[in-house]
């Protein structure tokens, strides 16, 4: 049985560690002088702009859809893909259908905290392994990615995007032994990403 989405993940929480809450970021870019870009994920949010209720069968029909979670108390629905390209063809296809298609990407965003970092532990690097360990272990697309740092040094934590809630739950599984990572003499823990407080996604990157 999917597990139940709720309007909350769109919404913003103060970030610590305490207090979890599930969350979907909002368009991000390095530079506020440019227009922030909002980069496709395998989830979509499906709602009518209208405030009326919307059919399945709308979307039962769409390419490579895996799953769908209805929202009632909003009338809308989350919609799962099984890549990148079907969420994206979907997301093109429901906004010609329709003007009453209201359709964006959701997010989930994670805070991890990462010990063993150095000096001359290279962002990069660092970043790409990262990455590659959350692909690997939860089949996530990590589409925002960013190590904390005042000036040059490394705080040990940082947060990342992904692109559906199955991945960020596996990710913060206690049972499935995840939550706690290694990568080498890297380690660290997986939250969820609170901010009340965050006026701004100034410390996120557009690019991975």
């Given at each position: 049985?999917?597990?139940?989405?709720?309007?909350?993940e769109?919404?913003?929480?103060s970030?610590?560690?305490?207090?979890?809450?599930?969350?979907?970021?909002?368009?991000?870019?390095?530079?506020?002088?440019?227009?922030?870009v909002?980069?496709?994920?395998r989830?979509?949010?499906?709602?009518s702009?209208?405030?009326?209720q919307l059919?399945?069968?709308?979307?039962?029909?769409?390419?490579?859809?895996?799953?769908?979670t209805?929202?009632?108390?909003t009338?809308?629905?989350?919609l799962?893909?099984?890549?990148?390209?079907?969420?994206?063809n979907?997301?093109k296809?429901?906004?010609?259908?329709s003007?009453?298609?209201?359709v964006k990407?959701?997010?989930?965003?994670?805070f991890?905290?990462?010990n063993?970092?150095?000096e001359?532990?290279?962002?990069?690097?660092?970043?790409k392994?990262?990455?590659?360990h959350?692909s690997k272990?939860?089949?996530?697309?990590?589409?925002?990615?960013k190590?904390?740092?005042?000036?040059t040094?490394?705080?040990?934590?940082?947060?990342?995007?992904?692109?559906?809630?199955?991945?960020?739950?596996?990710?913060?599984?206690?049972?499935?032994?995840?939550?706690?990572?290694?990568m080498?003499?890297?380690s660290?823990?997986f939250?969820?990403?609170?901010?009340?407080?965050?006026?701004?996604?100034?410390?996120?990157?557009?690019?991975?």
């Amino acid at each position: 049985m999917p597990t139940k989405q709720t309007k909350s993940e769109t919404t913003k929480f103060s970030k610590t560690p305490k207090n979890e809450k599930v969350v979907k970021t909002e368009e991000h870019t390095d530079d506020k002088s440019k227009k922030a870009v909002r980069k496709p994920g395998r989830t979509l949010l499906l709602k009518s702009a209208s405030g009326g209720q919307l059919n399945s069968s709308v979307f039962t029909g769409l390419q490579g859809l895996n799953s769908h979670t209805e929202t009632k108390s909003t009338s809308s629905y989350f919609l799962t893909f099984n890549t990148v390209s079907d969420a994206v063809n979907a997301y093109k296809k429901l906004r010609n259908d329709s003007s009453d298609h209201r359709v964006k990407y959701s997010y989930y965003r994670v805070f991890f905290t990462m010990n063993g970092l150095t000096e001359s532990s290279d962002y990069n690097q660092v970043k790409k392994d990262l990455m590659e360990h959350v692909s690997k272990t939860a089949g996530a697309s990590v589409l925002y990615c960013k190590l904390y740092r005042q000036d040059t040094k490394f705080l040990g934590c940082g947060d990342f995007t992904i692109d559906t809630l199955d991945a960020m739950n596996t990710l913060l599984s206690k049972e499935g032994g995840l939550k706690d990572y290694t990568m080498g003499s890297l380690s660290g823990t997986f939250y969820r990403y609170n901010s009340k407080k965050d006026k701004s996604d100034d410390h996120l990157e557009s690019n991975v």
